[in-house]
Nanobody
Framework: VQLVESGGGAAQAAGSLRLSCVVS????????QGWFRQAPGKEREEAAA????????FYTDSVQGRFSISRDNSKNTVYLQMNSLRPEDTAMYYC?????????????????????WGQGTQVTISS
């Protein structure tokens, strides 16, 4: 599985950006795609995840209501629409793919469950 992110850049606080992640290869068993982020000096944290098979979405508290994850299966692309951006959203954003839990959910807060990672795209938000 290969993942290639794009769409990062600089924006003002309260602005918006949309990240894209093109997914290729055999995704059997890796049908959850998630967006993670890592700011300098901080641990990697997950922002959102989506189940490719049914479109169920999952968000962490830090982005709930501001970010939206979606998937265009015809383009094998996962998007992260980021609105109401804040300076604390500044980070390297990574796309990742991994399996669902036995309960049928995409993992949140568990980067170790994601097997495949993109190279990342930088997002910088100024106040």
């Amino acid at each position: 599985v290969q993942l290639v992110e794009s769409g990062g850049g600089a924006a003002q606080a309260a602005g918006s950006l949309r990240l894209s992640c093109v997914v290729s290869g055999n995704t059997v068993g890796s049908d959850c795609q998630g967006w993670f982020r890592q700011a300098p000096g901080k641990e990697r944290e997950e922002a959102a995840a989506i189940y490719a098979g049914g479109g169920s979405t999952f968000y962490t508290d830090s982005v709930q209501g501001r970010f939206s994850i979606s998937r265009d299966n015809s383009k094998n692309t996962v998007y992260l629409q980021m609105n109401s951006l804040r300076p604390e959203d500044t980070a390297m954003y990574y796309c990742a793919a991994g399996p669902r839990s036995t309960g049928g959910f995409c993992y949140l807060y568990r980067s170790d469950k994601y097997n495949y990672w993109g190279q990342g795209t930088q997002v910088t938000i100024s106040s």
